[in-house]
């Protein structure tokens, strides 16, 4: 029999909730022994090899390049888990949103960065637009937003625990839902 | 008219005195109601709707309604809690509630009522992402309107126990606002030590200098969901 098939993905995220897979300990072990990694930062596969049982985004999408791998994910995976509040509601990157609603914003916001901040050396004199980097979105959105998500793991990041105690319970098919005290979206 | 009476809430007999609140008499008797306008010491406001149960077949805020010998209440069901959600969930998307950054969280109470009531499904509401400044004016409290949830709290203590009223409501509606009554919090006659500082249940009103300083682990809600106290009366 094969074993279940995972890919995980870091997008707008800080990679955190990846370290926190860490936090599940030596349960980690017991958990890799029951599925298999396949696109993933752990396996660094950058394209999927198959069809995967269960797909985990860390990060909501900041970039062009962000939604279509979340896009991806969600065409190749059965469940699709939005780990940790990057991915559920944007996030830390999402405290761009409140100031975007200026006009101009993006713009402005480039010029701060590249053209006009105090801190500044920067002799080329433009905004970096090398067609290599992903264009970035007017503001952050939360995954949700872009594709159908299937579990919510809360948490910045969330802790082993809960991480541990979802994936066992979706892997025996028990899983119904989170222990309300262990909810923490911090 | 003074004689006690009883009404039952989800099946369960409670005992009430005439003029007590479907809340109150709740309260007494060590069932939880879920609330977020409503304080303890201030009175009522009845605006939040987080407290709304059912009651001789209509929907009424718990926190206002008077107890009624006979009445048959019904508070904490699958159908009562999904509505109170819903609001919840709303108050959520009508400010900036970036847990991981706020001072309040884990001592919040909205969110702390959001765990209670299991907000963990991806949702469809729009984010209204409001842009309202700072006001850092005063030497000791800061005031983060974005996370202000107009639960009245503030306005009702600065009114009715500090007698100064320095916060009100501004405008109708959806753009209904609490504000300060003056050019900024500085030029009020705010005080740290005001009642109306300590009631805000979100981190909206905001003590400077105190950042994070309870360890994750030790803050109000990190053991026991909202409302345990309540319901450890009973037990
Ligand atoms: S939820 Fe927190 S830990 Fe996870 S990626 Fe975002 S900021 Fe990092
Ligand atoms: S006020 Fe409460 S719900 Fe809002 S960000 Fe702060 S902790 Fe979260
Ligand atoms: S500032 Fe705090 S106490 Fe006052 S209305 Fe807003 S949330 Fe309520
Ligand atoms: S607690 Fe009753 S309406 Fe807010």
């Not at chain 1, 059965?78 to 713009?107: F, K, Y």
């Not at chain 2, 320095?166 to 009642?195: E, K």
Request: glycine share 10%; hydrophobic share 40%; aromatic share 6%.
């Amino acid at each position: 029999m094969t074993r279940p098939r995972v890919a995980t993905v870091s997008l707008a995220g800080c990679f955190g909730c990846h370290m926190a897979f860490l936090d599940m300990d030596e349960r980690l072990v017991t958990l890799m022994a029951r599925v298999e990694f396949d696109r993933s930062p752990l396996t660094d596969l950058k394209t999927f090899t198959r069809r995967c049982d269960i797909g985990i985004i860390e990060g909501g999408c900041c970039n062009e390049e962000n939604v279509h791998t979340l896009i991806e994910f969600r065409r190749n995976c059965d469940v699709l888990i939005a780990l940790g509040q990057c991915a559920i509601m944007g996030g830390l990157p999402a405290m761009r949103n409140a100031i975007m609603h200026a006009d101009d914003p993006l713009r402005e916001c480039l010029e701060e960065a590249y053209l006009t901040g105090p801190y500044l050396r920067n002799l080329t004199r433009h905004v970096p637009n090398d067609p290599a980097l992903p264009l970035i979105l007017d503001k952050v959105y939360p995954c949700s937003d872009i594709v159908d998500i299937d579990i919510q793991i809360p948490g910045c990041a969330p802790s082993g625990d809960i991480i541990f105690d979802t994936l066992t319970a979706l892997l025996d098919g028990t899983f119904h839902g989170f222990d309300r005290a262990r909810l923490r979206f911090d | 008219m003074t004689d006690a009476f009883t009404f039952r809430i989800d099946g369960v007999d409670v005992l009430a005195r005439p003029g007590q609140t479907i809340m109150e008499a709740a309260d007494a008797a060590g069932i939880y109601i879920p609330r977020l306008c409503d304080h303890e010491g201030l009175r009522h406001q009845g605006g939040c709707r987080v407290c709304t149960v059912r009651a001789g077949g209509r929907s009424v805020a718990a926190c206002t309604q008077p107890a009624e010998p006979g009445l048959d209440v019904e508070n904490d069901t699958p159908a009562r809690n999904r509505i109170r959600r819903d609001l919840v969930e709303m108050l959520f998307h009508e400010g900036n509630h970036l847990c991981p950054i706020c001072e309040k969280s884990g001592n919040c109470e909205l969110q702390a009522m959001a765990y209670r009531l299991e907000m963990t499904q991806p949702t469809r509401f729009p984010w209204l992402e409001p842009c309202r400044a700072l006001d850092a004016s005063h030497p000791d409290i800061a005031l983060d309107t974005n996370r202000c949830i107009s639960c009245g709290r503030c306005i009702r203590a600065s009114q009715d126990i500090d007698g100064k009223g320095v916060f009100g409501y501004v405008g109708r509606g959806i753009h209904r606002r609490v504000a300060v009554n003056g050019p900024d919090l500085a030029h009020t006659g705010a005080a740290v030590t005001d009642a109306a500082m300590a009631v805000c249940p979100v981190g909206c009103i905001i003590r400077k200098g105190e950042g994070f300083s309870t360890p994750i682990g030790e803050r109000a809600f990190d053991h026991g969901l909202i409302g345990h106290e309540i319901e450890e009366k009973r037990k």
